[in-house]
């Protein structure tokens, strides 16, 4: 039985991503997940609302450290510059739970469901960075695009480090971050960015 409330939580999305894998999401129930991780139903929705929020655990976390991040960037630092400051400011946060991003990735990609959970925290974490580049003084009519396209930089990011783990998470956001800029500023449409 696990001691701690982060030890029970650890458990449970251990237990959900292995029954998922083996029996697909759809087919797993939350008392299946509990009794995985030797706890009880109850202690399940203790920790989550729902079996699809077991894999998004460290959003809020995420969120709440992005806004930090852009609020105390340096000042005078162009928007994209900030952005890449900020994702790279936290991305211990990402960092952490490697061996479990990698088959949670899989997983979303093969699963609807998930895929739509996805896509609404990654909206609210594009409102939170627009928000939080809106109280840096970033107009309303740039800071919305400012955030969507950063945070598709950072899913580019993310996407290339679960790909090629040879590579950090921070060199992956350079090089996103470099090829937005290069998209950015080529001049044709057939110039390949170099």
């Known amino acids: 039985m696990p001691r701690s409330g982060a030890e029970a939580r650890r458990r449970l999305q251990q237990?959900?991503?292995?029954?998922?894998?083996?029996?697909?999401?759809?087919?797993?129930?939350?008392?299946?997940?509990?009794?995985?991780?030797?706890?009880?139903?109850?202690?399940?929705?203790?920790?989550?609302?729902?079996?699809?929020?077991?894999?998004f655990d460290g959003e809020a976390e995420l969120r709440a450290a992005l806004e930090q991040a852009v609020a105390e960037a340096p000042e005078g630092l162009r928007v994209l510059d900030l952005l890449l400051h900020a994702f790279r400011a936290v991305r211990h946060v990402i960092e952490r739970n490697r061996p479990f991003a990698e088959p949670r990735t899989r997983l979303i990609a093969a699963t609807p469901a998930l895929r739509e959970r996805e896509l609404a925290k990654g909206a609210s974490i594009t409102e939170a960075v627009a928000e939080a580049l809106r109280k840096r003084g970033v107009p309303d009519r740039y800071a919305l695009l400012a955030a969507q396209t950063?945070?598709?930089?950072?899913?580019?990011?993310?996407?290339?480090?679960?790909?090629?783990?040879?590579?950090?998470?921070?060199?992956?956001?350079?090089?996103?971050?470099?090829?937005?800029?290069?998209?950015?500023?080529?001049a044709t449409t057939g110039d390949s960015g170099r």
Request: aromatic share 12%.
């Open 150 to 186: 950063g945070w598709a930089a950072f899913a580019q990011a993310y996407t290339a480090w679960i790909a090629d783990s040879s590579r950090s998470l921070d060199e992956h956001l350079l090089q996103a971050f470099a090829d937005l800029r290069a998209l950015v500023t080529s």
């Open 15 to 55: 237990a959900a991503l292995e029954l998922y894998r083996e029996r697909g999401f759809d087919q797993t129930t939350t008392a299946e997940i509990a009794a995985r991780a030797g706890v009880n139903e109850r202690t399940f929705f203790r920790h989550f609302p729902d079996k699809r929020e077991v894999l």
